[in-house]
């Protein structure tokens, strides 16, 4: 049974006492309520002392409904049913239920005349003290709560919140009750069997609430069925999974159900036994506004690699149990790779050729289960362009030497990496090993800048080619004439610096030189001459008109007015995406006009929403804001998956080029939805391919006389349903028309 929460607070392990908890006031049973009076009734419900108070801005002309479901299961029905707010709920624990039933024949026999919940001191000796569940229903119907007065000293006005969202709480955490288990419901008053029912015959039941009309208005919804077995909803959730990024759990997602409260969730471990995860009844807390389902998420957590299959099965508001679910298999893979070593100490010596080996120690802290041994990397640009491995066999764990020759004198990387049994490895941070030189390296090349608008200077290089290269060194004049002063503060280990522009002159002036670890410096590079331009920011592009088809995004814009635009950088935005992508680079003096036109060809298939903007960028690198963005649903065309494979030969004996073709993985849907075939061709000397002919998709040849003789054609077909998919075109296949041989006469 499904009820409307408003708000519930609820955390893990629900451990509610039930001491000190008010008695109740003498109870009557059903069968000694069953001899009373009608007046003797009307006076016993008078007489039941309840508090009101908290109650007296209640509207007394409100109506309440008590809900109500039936589970026919042909020797007996079982009812369930609660009332739609706290207020109704509040009042009837006190006054009790009385169902009734109405049989085919017209008889009305009354079931049950005052059902009311289990007194708490038997709900003390029914159920288990460690039963927290049938602990926190005793807490919900007679634990204490705030009265209005109370909360009103306290908190003044603020308080009827507080005691509202409190009764609230209470109601919906006693309806969480009642659904998870059948005794509990049984317990609170909120469910009956009719054993005595018949198999196979029609009733109208009626649960109605015994709340006198003074204190509310109460509706009760009668319910008509037949006695036959019915059993739970079939259960078949779509279930997903995720699998975290600590690579040792797996989280498992299926979609809430109106039929079903409750669930069991079983897993079992590369093909063994199954087994249940959850010790009670698993069930997603979460508040709702309206009558969408949300999503049940549950967690494995903390296991180890391998295979896992899962299965559920759901418990309705009656408490049967469903089938079980289709199973979903999860396999987790090791993902976790040893910690990585610590290199300890190079020692450099040179063996009797004069070459330099090295001795690599290191060291690793913890020795993981799966951890089988090392592997040496070295890296040398003039060797090698990117990481290699030195050592033929792995290393063992207990290894902590490794002797290697390198293959030129000069200085080098090494790393070491820790490897497990699948092949998860993590290295240490690389070393240098470094050889002391006394040649000078070369002058660094390619000097470029790009000025930002607030007048800094960025300028980047090629490198030296050299390994042993270590730093750069930037110089800077006024005049190129004069000497080249080193800049403080403008060394660098990358191939890129900064620096703020300033004085009056036009233009400044910079060089760099490397230098090695061994302190050799290169001769200086090229003057690189940097012009002060236009620092302010452009003004960005404005859109003219935005259209697509099935195709394509058509776009004008109306570029920048400023006259030193270098280029356009044209961005397409995907909704939901973080980054934008950069889609065209336009050079300002290609532009036709006084607009931009772009075309862009989206991925087909998928509706999605698009963003474009355009950046001006002028000749001193200083880039306009993002222009206005142009917005766009694009669908894209709907492609059907058929291959068509086309040949085409020609036929001198019939004079007419023949087609034929094989069509693969058409399906019958897109056949029904009036599939055809469209055959295209370019003869020798046109520039495009044009429309030929329609063909039945049962078709699978044709034939073509209107090619010129010695002319080749060329041919590509492709599928199109009446509701406008299409295939991609089939490969092209060419033919030619021999010139024909003419006979010579005397």
């Not at 649960?207 to 077995?229: E, F, G, H, W």
């Not at 009670?280 to 979460?286: G, V, Y």
């Amino acid at each position: 049974m499904n009820h409307k929460m408003k708000k519930i607070f609820i955390g893990t392990g629900l451990l509610l006492s039930v001491v000190g908890l008010t008695a109740q006031q003498r109870t009557y049973t059903d069968e000694e309520i069953s001899k009373m009076s009608a007046d003797e009734f009307a006076q016993y419900l008078n007489d039941i002392p309840v508090d009101t108070t908290q109650y007296d801005s209640i509207s007394k002309r409100h109506r309440f409904v008590v809900q109500t479901l039936a589970r026919p299961k042909g020797d007996k029905v079982i009812l369930r049913w609660a009332p739609d707010q706290y207020v109704p709920w509040f009042f009837s624990n006190t006054y009790g239920y009385r169902v009734l039933r109405l049989d085919e024949d017209g008889n009305l026999d009354t079931l049950a005349a005052c059902l009311k919940p289990m007194p708490l001191e038997q709900m003390k000796t029914h159920f288990e003290a460690t039963d927290s569940l049938a602990g926190a229903a005793a807490q919900m119907i007679y634990g204490q709560g705030t009265t209005l007065k109370d909360a009103l000293t306290t908190d003044g006005a603020k308080g009827i919140m507080k005691v509202f969202e409190e009764q609230e709480t209470r109601f919906a955490y006693a309806m969480l009750m009642s659904e998870i288990r059948p005794d509990l419901a049984e317990a609170m008053a909120l469910r009956f069997e009719d054993k005595t029912a018949k198999k196979g015959k029609e009733y109208t039941y009626i649960v109605a609430s015994n709340i006198p009309d003074s204190i509310a208005y109460m509706s009760a919804m009668p319910i008509t069925l037949k006695n036959t077995r019915q059993d739970p909803a079939h259960f078949d959730p779509l279930i997903t999974d995720s699998i975290g990024e600590d690579g040792r759990s797996i989280r498992l997602f299926w979609p809430m159900s109106k039929e079903f409260s409750t669930y069991d969730i079983e897993c079992r471990y590369n093909g063994g036994e199954w087994k249940k995860l959850n010790d009670r009844p698993f069930i997603t807390l979460m508040s709702f506004t309206d009558e969408s389902a949300g999503v049940n998420i549950y967690g494995h957590n903390d296991i180890e690699v391998g295979v896992y299959e899962y299965r559920i099965c759901g418990y309705d508001a009656f408490g049967d149990k469903s089938n079980y679910s289709k199973t979903i298999k999860v396999e987790l893979k090791d993902i976790l790779a040893p910690t990585p070593p610590i290199l300890r100490q190079f020692y450099l010596n040179k063996d009797e050729n004069g070459d330099y080996v090295v001795d690599i120690l290191w060291t690793k802290a913890d020795f993981e289960p799966d951890f089988v041994g090392y592997d040496i990397y070295y890296y040398h640009p003039k060797v090698h362009d990117n990481w290699m491995k030195i050592n033929e066999q792995r290393l063992a764990p207990t290894d902590t030497l490794y002797r290697y020759k390198l293959p030129i004198n000069m200085s080098a990387h090494i790393a070491i990496a820790a490897v497990d049994t699948i092949g998860n490895y993590t290295t240490s941070l690389p070393a240098e090993v470094h050889i002391a030189d006394e040649t000078a390296p070369s002058a660094p090349t390619n000097l470029k800048y790009k000025v930002s608008p607030n007048g800094l200077v960025t300028i980047t290089w090629s490198p030296s080619p050299e390994d042993d290269v270590y730093q750069y060194q930037l110089y800077a004049a006024n005049n190129p004439k004069k000497d080249f002063l080193p800049m403080k503060g403008k060394t660098v280990s990358d191939t890129l610096i900064v620096d703020t522009i300033s004085g009056t002159n036009q233009f400044s002036y910079y060089r760099l030189k490397a230098f090695d670890y061994s302190g050799n410096e290169s001769k200086f590079s090229e003057i690189l001459t940097v012009q002060r331009l236009n620092f302010k920011q452009p003004q960005p592009c404005r859109i003219d008109s935005l259209s697509f088809t099935e195709e394509y995004v058509y776009m004008k814009w109306f570029p920048s007015p400023e006259s030193d635009i270098k280029q356009y950088y044209v961005y397409r935005h995907l909704a939901g995406q973080e980054v934008s992508d950069l889609i065209k680079i336009i050079p300002a003096d290609s532009l036709k006009g006084n607009r931009i036109e772009i075309y862009d060809y989206p991925t087909p298939n998928q509706e999605k929403r698009y963003y474009y903007y355009i950046e001006s960028m002028n000749t001193t690198g200083v880039s306009s804001n993002p222009s206005h963005k142009a917005s766009v649903l694009f669908k894209g065309p709907r492609m059907i998956n058929a291959r068509i494979s086309l040949n085409a030969v020609y036929r001198p004996e019939l004079e007419r080029i023949i087609l034929a073709w094989d069509i693969r993985d058409l399906t019958q849907a897109d056949i029904n939805d009036g599939a055809y075939i469209c055959l295209y061709r370019k003869i020798e000397g046109e520039e495009y391919f044009r429309f030929m002919e329609t063909l039945k998709i049962n078709e699978r040849s044709t034939y073509d006389r209107r090619v010129p003789e010695g002319k080749s054609a060329e041919y590509e077909m492709r599928i199109i349903t009446r509701s406008g998919k299409r295939s991609e075109y089939s490969n092209r296949t060419k033919a030619t028309v021999p010139v024909k041989e003419t006979e010579m006469s005397n």
